[in-house]
């Protein structure tokens, strides 16, 4: 089974509308993010969270927000989509540093949502 | 700010051909860096990795090597395969936060 899963995995819909994405994630990790990848753009970063209690704004967080349910969960929400949030949107972990895997710990992504605006 | 700079694609090489893609980076402080590979229709996934100067990371017969006094991060291949048809992204670590180079599109003909 996925570390890390999105769901869900396509989706079309109008503008106005709520959308919400979800992350779930079976690492054990504290640390949550969210991202968008755009052609050209790479990734940019969206809200991350360092535990439930801890939620931060990234670089291009206007127009989103996010729930943090639970370690284990971590959900994007578009309260009203508009065309230019078509993109490949992608939820990643990583353990915090000082935790077993050292320091400088590397992150583990889920296999994205692509998400179409129209 | 912290940031990464890599080498625009797209790369079309032959099999078997020498492959490069240089990163650079912008950092305070002592970043781990990252390189990571995108398959069509994945997620990212972690190629390799150097936590400090001079580290080489190595995998699947890719290197890089961490240089600090050029502040660089280049991922290198002796010899490509079809298979490593794929996005490359560089990314540094500060402790907080990731920043990823926008990709860098290899492909591979046989």
């Known amino acids: 089974d996925a570390d890390v899963t999105q769901t869900p995995r396509n989706r079309i819909t109008k503008t106005g509308k709520r959308i919400m994405l979800e992350c779930s994630q079976t690492?054990?990790?504290?640390?949550m993010y969210w991202y968008r990848q755009d052609p050209g753009l790479g990734l940019r970063l969206i809200y991350y969270?360092?535990?439930?209690?801890?939620?931060n704004k990234g670089e291009i967080s206007d127009g989103y927000s996010v729930s943090r349910q639970a370690q284990a969960k971590f959900s994007l929400s578009l309260e009203s989509a508009i065309p230019n949030q078509t993109a490949l949107y992608f939820c990643?972990?990583?353990?915090?540093?000082?935790?077993?895997?050292?320091?400088?710990?590397?992150?583990?992504f889920g296999p994205g949502t692509r998400l179409t605006v129209l | 700010g912290d940031s990464v700079t890599q080498m625009e694609g797209p790369v079309t090489l032959s099999e078997e051909a020498f492959l490069t893609i240089n990163c650079t980076y912008t950092?305070?402080?002592?970043?781990?860096l990252f390189w990571y590979v995108q398959y069509p229709g994945e997620g990212l996934q972690l190629l390799l990795k150097?936590?400090?100067?001079?580290d080489k990371g190595s995998n699947k017969g890719f290197e890089a090597t961490y240089r600090k006094e050029t502040t660089s991060f280049h991922l290198e291949k002796g010899s490509v395969q079809v298979s490593d048809s794929a996005v490359y992204f560089c990314?540094?670590?500060?402790?907080?936060?990731?920043?990823f180079g926008t990709g860098t599109s290899l492909t591979v003909i046989p």
């Open positions: 990314a540094l670590h500060t402790g907080n936060q990731f920043y």
């Open positions: 990643a972990t990583s353990d915090s540093p000082g935790g077993q895997r050292g320091p400088y710990n590397e992150q583990f």
């Open positions: 969270s360092f535990d439930v209690k801890d939620i």
């Open positions: 690492k054990g990790h504290d640390r």
């Open positions: 150097a936590t400090k100067a001079d």
């Open positions: 950092a305070t402080g002592y970043p781990s």
